[in-house]
C-alpha cells in the first residue's frame, strides 16, 4: 500500500501528465475524427448503372441507389460503362439485365444483375449490399401481393376491383411499410474465389474509433518515458528497498493502466452520447484490451531502448505502422491480403470492427500484453542498464 500510495502522489504532483492521459486521446479523437466524418461524407463512390430492363422495378432500384449518401450514380449503355471502369473512372459498373422485374414477379433474384469490377474496385460489397436488399424488398412486395390473390381465390372472397389493380394496390401498400425503418434487414457477405468470406461492414472505417486508438497508443508511448528516464538514478535506490524494483515497475503499470482504462471508459461514453457507437459491451471491453495491449507495449519499448532519442524514433514508428496495418486510418479491407491477415490479430482491429472479431484474436492479443510486460519487467530486473 505504501508503494503504491507513493506512485499515485508523484503522479498526482504532474497534472501535466493526466491532462496529456485524459484530454489529448479525447480531444483528438472528437476533432479528428469529425473531420475524416466529413471528408468522408463529401467523397462519393462513383459507380455506373446500365438498366436494360427500363421497367419499374429496375428504375426504382436505380432510383435507390442514387439517393444513396456515399453513392454517385452514372446511368449509361454497356460499351459506355466498360470504357469507364477501364479508364477507372468509375469505381464498379452494375448492370440491370432485361426482363427483371419479371423474374422478380416469378420469384427469381438469381443472376438478373452482373457485377463488373477491376483490381481497383474498393467498397463494391457495400454496394453490393444495397442492391440485394432492394431485391429482397421487391420480392417480399410481389410475395405479399401474390399472397393476397392466392387467399382471396381459396377463401373465395369477392374482389372490390381486376386482380391486377388489387394485386398492384397490395404490392403499394406493402412497398410503403418499408419506410422510414425497412422490415427486415440482410446481412451482406463476399465469399471470395478462395472462399474467404469479406464482412462488408468492414469497409467503411469508423473514424472516432480510429483516432482513438492511434491517439492512445502515442500518448501511451509518450507517458511511458518514466522508464527511460528513471532508471539510472530511481532504480537503484528501488532495488535495495524492501519493495524491491519488480514489484515497483509492476504497480507502475498498473497505476497507468487504471488512469487509462478511465480515460477509454470516458471516451467510450462520450462516443455513445454523441450516437458515434452503438451501445455495445462486447466493444467496451476490446477499448480495454486495446488499453492494456498498448501499455505492456510502450513499456516494453521503453525497457529496450538505450536512451530516449531512440525510445520516441522507434516509438512513432511503431505507433504509426500499427495504425496504418491496424486500420486506424485506412479501412482494413484496401491493404494486401497478407496485411489483412496480420491486421486481424493487432488490438486495433477488435475495436474498429469488434462485431467480428474472433475469439482467437482476443486471446492472442491477451497473451501478447502479458509476454511484453513479463519481458519489460525481466530486462529492467537486469543489469544491461547500469553499462
Known amino acids: ?47 455506373a448503372v446500365v438498366d436494360e430492363d427500363g421497367e419499374v422495378f429496375s428504375r426504382f432500384v436505380v432510383t435507390h441507389l442514387s439517393n444513396q449518401d456515399r453513392i454517385s450514380v452514372i446511368t449509361t449503355t454497356r460499351e459506355d460503362a466498360r470504357e469507364m471502369l477501364l479508364r477507372h473512372e468509375v469505381n464498379s ?19 438478373m444483375i452482373e457485377v463488373w469490377t477491376s483490381p481497383q474496385s474498393l467498397t463494391t460489397g457495400i454496394i453490393n449490399e444495397i442492391i440485394a436488399s432492394m431485391a429482397v424488398r421487391l420480392s417480399s412486395s410481389v410475395n405479399a401481393a401474390d399472397r393476397v390473390l392466392v387467399l382471396s381465390s381459396l377463401l373465395e372472397l369477392p ?9 398492384q394496390r397490395t404490392f403499394e401498400y406493402s412497398e410503403s ?24 461492414q468492414r469497409q467503411w472505417l469508423n473514424p472516432y474509433l480510429g483516432m482513438w486508438t492511434f491517439f492512445t497508443l502515442l500518448i501511451g508511448i509518450v507517458l511511458s518515458d518514466w522508464v527511460l528516464r528513471e532508471k539510472q538514478v530511481i532504480f537503484p535506490r528501488i532495488r535495495s528497498t ?9 504497480v507502475q503499470f498498473i497505476v497507468y493502466v487504471s488512469f487509462f482504462i478511465l480515460q477509454a471508459s470516458a471516451s467510450y461514453f462520450i462516443l455513445l452520447s454523441l450516437h458515434k457507437v452503438a451501445p455495445s459491451v462486447s466493444l467496451f471491453l476490446s477499448m480495454m484490451l486495446f488499453v492494456c495491449v498498448s501499455m505492456a507495449l510502450s513499456f516494453m519499448l521503453a525497457a ?84
Not at 177 to 200: A, F, N
Not at 242 to 250: D, M, Q, T, V
Not at 338 to 367: C, E, K
Open 1 to 47: 500500500m505504501k508503494l503504491l500510495r507513493m506512485v499515485l502522489s508523484r503522479l498526482f504532483y504532474k497534472p501535466a501528465v493526466l491532462l496529456l492521459l485524459f484530454l489529448v486521446p479525447i480531444c483528438g479523437m472528437l476533432l479528428f475524427g469529425s473531420l475524416l466524418e466529413k471528408g468522408q461524407q463529401e467523397i462519393a463512390i462513383p459507380i
Open 93 to 111: 459498373v452494375y448492370v440491370i439485365k432485361e426482363n427483371f422485374e419479371a423474374a422478380l414477379k416469378q420469384g427469381n433474384r438469381q443472376e
Open 159 to 167: 374482389l372490390d376491383a381486376e386482380e391486377n389493380v388489387v394485386w
Open 177 to 200: 411499410q418499408w419506410d422510414p425503418e425497412p422490415l427486415l434487414t440482410i446481412e451482406y457477405k463476399d465469399v471470395s474465389s478462395d472462399g474467404r468470406v469479406i464482412d462488408v
Open 242 to 250: 524492501f519493495a524491491g524494483l519488480r514489484n515497483y515497475l509492476f
Open 304 to 387: 529496450w531502448s538505450k536512451n530516449l532519442v531512440s525510445y520516441y524514433i522507434l516509438g512513432m514508428m511503431v505507433v504509426v505502422g500499427l495504425s496504418l496495418l491496424g486500420g486506424s486510418f485506412i479501412p482494413v479491407h484496401e491493404l494486401a491480403e497478407v496485411l489483412r491477415a496480420v491486421s486481424a490479430y493487432l488490438p486495433h482491429f477488435a475495436v474498429m470492427h469488434v462485431d467480428s472479431v474472433s475469439p482467437l484474436s482476443l486471446i492472442v492479443n491477451g497473451i501478447a500484453a502479458c509476454v511484453m510486460l513479463t519481458l519489460a519487467i525481466k530486462r529492467l530486473e537486469g543489469r544491461e542498464w547500469l553499462k
